[in-house]
């Protein structure tokens, strides 16, 4: 699950804010291969992109977060050079996501062979 929130009261939103929200939602929709949705409510703008993962009775979930805050300044949106930066970060941030979420276990006897046959 990748979650990226705008924090922005509805009042002061503008259409910068949008395009930055429409761009990472585009982003995960289409590079990641995630079905996105969008919340917009009166404090903020929010993109989730889930698999899906019912809990059923039978099995117990372990959800693991990772939060990241980035601040940004109202000069910063007038700024391209600012707003590609975070926009770049912002794209790595879910990139490193699905690379951890796509994590695969290797038993242990494996990785003892992987390790004395680089010796």
């Given at each position: 699950m990748i979650t990226v929130k705008l924090f922005q009261p509805k009042k002061n939103r503008t259409k910068i804010i949008y395009d930055?929200?429409?761009?990472?939602a585009n982003f995960i929709n289409n590079?990641?291969?995630?079905?996105?949705?969008m919340i917009d409510d009166s404090s903020s703008l929010?993109?989730?992109?889930s698999d899906d993962t019912k809990n059923s009775n039978s099995s117990t979930k372990i959800e693991l977060m990772f939060k990241k805050t980035?601040?940004?300044?109202?000069?910063?949106?007038s700024d391209k050079l600012?707003?590609?930066m975070i926009m770049t970060e912002v794209?790595?941030?879910c990139e490193q996501s699905l690379m951890?979420?796509?994590f695969?276990?290797?038993?242990i006897h494996l990785r003892e062979r992987e390790k004395n046959a680089n010796k």
């Amino acid at each position: 699950m990748i979650t990226v929130k705008l924090f922005q009261p509805k009042k002061n939103r503008t259409k910068i804010i949008y395009d930055m929200n429409d761009s990472i939602a585009n982003f995960i929709n289409n590079k990641i291969d995630k079905k996105v949705s969008m919340i917009d409510d009166s404090s903020s703008l929010e993109v989730v992109a889930s698999d899906d993962t019912k809990n059923s009775n039978s099995s117990t979930k372990i959800e693991l977060m990772f939060k990241k805050t980035i601040s940004l300044k109202d000069e910063d949106f007038s700024d391209k050079l600012s707003l590609d930066m975070i926009m770049t970060e912002v794209k790595n941030f879910c990139e490193q996501s699905l690379m951890i979420e796509k994590f695969s276990y290797k038993p242990i006897h494996l990785r003892e062979r992987e390790k004395n046959a680089n010796k």
